[in-house]
C-alpha cells in the first residue's frame, strides 16, 4: 500500500535543477540533456488505437463503404513551408495497421511507370511518401544502430514498399522484405482535381502489425504497446532520402503517437496514472548515459507517467524529502558520487514503503553504489560477466526458463499483455551478502530473491582481458537481476547493468516487455492481494484466551493465489510470548486460527494479519485492538512456595507483636498509663 503521495515535492526539484517542464503526450517530463537532441513533443489529443477495427479496402478510396473509416483514430496534422493541411485516419485489428491520408496538392506529380526501376527512375522527380516508425523511441528518423521502420509510397515505384530509415544524411532509406521476401506493406493512391484544378490525393495503407522480420528493422507491435509515428511528404522531389534537402522543403510532419488497446477487464488496485511520479537518476558509465536510455523516459510518458530527469554532473540534491511524494526512484548508472547522506535517504526511502529500480554498471567492491546496495543485502561485481562458451561471450541471450516465475511477469498486465520469451544482456552479475529468502531488512522482515538466475559457466573478467584467466571470478550461481519485498510496502528491483535497456537492446520487443512488467510491479498498478472477509470476533478477551480470526484472499479480478503465505502479527507492549495458529484451506482462499496472547504486560495488544507472495508484495490488513479483561471468576493457581513463604512471614509477625507486648520494660508500661 502506498505511504508516500505528498503531491508537487518532485516539481520542487525540476525548479531546484533548472529543468524545464515541457508538456508531452498529456504527462510531463522534465530533464536537462548535455546532449540535446530532437525531442518528441506534440500533443495528439486522441491516441488510442482499438484492435477489433473494420479492414477498410485499400483501393485509395476512403468511401469505398459505408463507414469505412468512421471508427477510426483521426490525426489532423501539417506539412511543408507553408504549413499545408494533412488528416491521417488510423485503424488496426489484432494483425494489421491501416491508415488512411487525404491532403489538398497545387504541385502533385504522379510517378512515371514508364521508367524501370532499374534505371533512372530514383532521380525522376515526382511525388512520394514515407510513413515513419519510431522502433527505437528516440524521436529522431532512424540511427545507424538502431534504423526506424518506414512506408515508402510511389518512391521508387508505384504504390507501397517495406522499408527501414538507417539516419544517414542521403539515401537512408532502404528497401527491406521479411522473412518470406514477400512485401507486408500495401498502399494505393488516387487522385481526384477539384474544381480549382487542384489535386485532392486520397491514399490508403495497410502493413503488419508484426512481420517477424528475422533482420529485425520491422516494428513488433501488440495490445497496450505504442509506437510515434511521422509521415514525410515529398512533393516536386527525387526518390533520394536526402535530410538535408527534405529539411529545406519541411517535409516531414509532427511525431504522432498511437497506443493499440483492446477490451479487457481492469484490476482491482487502478489509479489515475497521471498522477504517478517518477524520478529517473542518472550516472553515466560506460552501460548508461541520457541518449543511450532516453527510451525509458518515453516508455513512462506514453502511458501518462510524469518523469522527471536527474543528472549526477549537475550535482542534484537526494534526501527524503525530494522522494517521499515520488511513486518510483529510478537509478541508472555506476553512480561513484552517491554521498552518505543520498544513501541514507534512498534506504529509508525504501524502508518507508518506497520503490526503486536499479540499472547498475560496473564498480569496485567498496564503490558507493555497493555501500547503497548493501542495505539490501547485495553487491554488483567489478568487471563484466563473461561465458566460458566462446561463441557467447559477453553479448548472453536470457530465456524465459531463467526468469523466476512471478505474477508481474506471467499475468495479466496494465502496459502490456505480451509474455517475456527472450532478453538480451550484457553487463556484470550480482552477489548475494545477506541470506536468500525471508530475514531482517532495513529493521523489517523481508524477501530477498533473484529473478533471473543464469544456468551455465560464466566468470567475471577481473582483469578485463575479454578471456578466462586464473585472476578471473568463476560463478557457480550467476545472479543478473534481483528482487527485495519489504512488509511496509518497499520493492526493489536491481539489474546489475544498465545496458538491458539501452537504444540497441530496447528496440528488442523482449527487453521492452519485461521493462514495462517490472515497472507497474514497481509502482504498485497490479497484482493486488484483496481481503473479501476479514474477521477478529474477539475485541475483549482474558488473558491466556484465544481469539478466533477468519480472513479471505483473492488476487486481481478474484483471481485464486496458490501458495500465499499468511501469519499474523501481535503488537504488545513489553510482550513475552504470544502463540498464533493460523492455517489455509484447500481452495486457497480462507484462512482461520486464533491467537493466543500470553504474559502481556500492557492491557491490550494490537492484532493484525499479513499476506505474502513474491511478486505480488506483502500485503497488511488493517490494525484490530483487543483489550484484555479483569480475571473475574479464574480459579487462582497455588504457588507452594510463596505460600509457605507467605504462612510463615503471618507467624513471623504475630510472634513479634506477642513479644514485644510481653515484654515491655515497666518505665514503658508507666508512660503508657499517664497517657
Known amino acids: 500500500m502506498r505511504t508516500h503521495k505528498v503531491k508537487g515535492l518532485i516539481f520542487l526539484t525540476a525548479i531546484i535543477l533548472g529543468f524545464v517542464q515541457t508538456g508531452f503526450f498529456g ?38 463503404f459505408e463507414g469505412e473509416w468512421e471508427n477510426a483514430t483521426v490525426f489532423n496534422t501539417e506539412f511543408g513551408l507553408g ?34 526501376i532499374d534505371e533512372d527512375f530514383n532521380n525522376e522527380t515526382h511525388t512520394w511518401y514515407a510513413i515513419v516508425l519510431d522502433r527505437n523511441y528516440d524521436g529522431v528518423a532512424g540511427s545507424a544502430l538502431t534504423p526506424d521502420d518506414a512506408i515508402v509510397i510511389n518512391y521508387r515505384a508505384e504504390g507501397a514498399q517495406d522499408a527501414y530509415v538507417n539516419g544517414t544524411e542521403i539515401n537512408s532509406i532502404v528497401m527491406d522484405v521479411d522473412v518470406t521476401g514477400i512485401e507486408n506493406s500495401y498502399a494505393n493512391v488516387n487522385v481526384t482535381l477539384s474544381d480549382f484544378g487542384d ?11 508484426e512481420s517477424n522480420d528475422e533482420i529485425g528493422n520491422d516494428i513488433d507491435l501488440h495490445a497496450s504497446e505504442s509506437i510515434f509515428f511521422a509521415m514525410i511528404v515529398a512533393e516536386n522531389a527525387t526518390a533520394i532520402y ?36 517518477v524520478i529517473i537518476y542518472i550516472s553515466d558509465s560506460e552501460a548508461s548515459n541520457y541518449d543511450n536510455l532516453s527510451s525509458i523516459a518515453v516508455f513512462l510518458l506514453n502511458y501518462g507517467v510524469n518523469v522527471t530527469y536527474m543528472f549526477e554532473h549537475l550535482e542534484p540534491v537526494i534526501d527524503y524529502r525530494s522522494l517521499s511524494g515520488v511513486d518510483l526512484f529510478i537509478l541508472v548508472g555506476s553512480h561513484p558520487n552517491l554521498t552518505a547522506d543520498e544513501i541514507e535517504a534512498i534506504a529509508l526511502y525504501v524502508a518507508s514503503g518506497g520503490s526503486v529500480y536499479i540499472l547498475a554498471d560496473h564498480v569496485s567492491k567498496n564503490g558507493n ?33 531463467e526468469i523466476e516465475s512471478l505474477p508481474y511477469m506471467t499475468g495479466t498486465n496494465i502496459f502490456t499483455d505480451q509474455i517475456v520469451e527472450e532478453i538480451l544482456f550484457t553487463g556484470t552479475a550480482i552477489n548475494f551478502t545477506s541470506a536468500l529468502g525471508e530475514g531482517k531488512f532495513l529493521s523489517q522482515e523481508g524477501d530477498l530473491y533473484p529473478i533471473i538466475n543464469l544456468t551455465g559457466d560464466y566468470y567475471i573478467d577481473t582483469d578485463d582481458n575479454g578471456e578466462f584467466s586464473a585472476e578471473d571470478i568463476i ?13 511496509r510496502g518497499g520493492r526493489l528491483i536491481v539489474t546489475s547493468s544498465a545496458d538491458l535497456l539501452n537504444s540497441s537492446y530496447i528496440v528488442e520487443r523482449d527487453n521492452k516487455i519485461f521493462f514495462l512488467r517490472q515497472i507497474q510491479w514497481l509502482m504498485k498498478l497490479q497484482n493486488a492481494i484483496n481481503f473479501d472477509n476479514y474477521v477478529i470476533e474477539e475485541t475483549s478477551i482474558i488473558e491466556g484466551e484465544s481469539i478466533s480470526v477468519s480472513i479471505s484472499a483473492l488476487g486481481d479480478n478474484e483471481t485464486i493465489i496458490t501458495d500465499l503465505r499468511a501469519w499474523v502479527v501481535v503488537h504488545e507492549l513489553k510482550s513475552d510470548k504470544n502463540n ?26 494490537d492484532v493484525s494479519i499479513r499476506l505474502h507472495l513474491r511478486g505480488y508484495g506483502y500485503n497488511e490488513t488493517e490494525l484490530i485492538e483487543v483489550f484484555l479483561e479483569a480475571i473475574v471468576g479464574k480459579p487462582i493457581s497455588i504457588d507452594v512456595t510463596a505460600t509457605i513463604i507467605f504462612v510463615v512471614s503471618i507467624g513471623l509477625a504475630a510472634l513479634g507483636a506477642f513479644a514485644v507486648k510481653k515484654y515491655k520494660t515497666p518505665e514503658v508500661e508507666e508512660k503508657e498509663k499517664e497517657k
Open 199 to 209: 489535386s485532392i490525393v486520397t491514399i490508403e495503407v495497410v502493413k503488419e502489425l
Open 27 to 64: 504527462a510531463s517530463l522534465s530533464f536537462t540533456s548535455p546532449n540535446t537532441a530532437s525531442q518528441l513533443d506534440q500533443t495528439p489529443t486522441e491516441d488510442l488505437i482499438f484492435l477489433n477495427s473494420t479492414s477498410p479496402i485499400i483501393d485509395g478510396n476512403l468511401t469505398s
Open 475 to 487: 560463478l557457480n550461481n550467476t545472479i543478473v537481476q534481483a528482487g527485495l519485498e519489504l512488509q
Open 242 to 277: 536526402n535530410r538535408t534537402l527534405l529539411g529545406e522543403i519541411d517535409a516531414f510532419t509532427p511525431w504522432k503517437k498511437i497506443q493499440f488497446v483492446t477490451l479487457h477487464d481492469y484490476f482491482s488496485y487502478v489509479e489515475d496514472i497521471s498522477d504517478l511520479d
Open 580 to 605: 498464533v495458529t493460523l492455517t489455509m484451506h484447500e481452495d486457497n482462499i480462507n484462512f482461520n486460527g486464533t491467537i493466543t496472547p500470553e504474559e502481556v504486560k500492557a492491557n491490550f495488544v
Open 369 to 401: 553504489l555497493n555501500q547503497l546496495l548493501s542495505n539490501f543485502g547485495m553487491e554488483v561485481y567489478s568487471s563484466y560477466l563473461y561465458s566460458t562458451n566462446i561463441a557467447v561471450n559477453s553479448s548472453i541471450e536470457i530465456g524465459v526458463s
Open 83 to 116: 504549413n499545408k493541411a494533412l488528416t491521417i485516419r488510423v485503424l488496426a485489428n489484432e494483425t494489421h495497421l491501416f491508415m488512411g491520408i487525404d491532403y489538398v496538392s497545387s504541385i502533385f506529380i504522379p510517378v512515371n511507370t514508364t521508367i524501370p
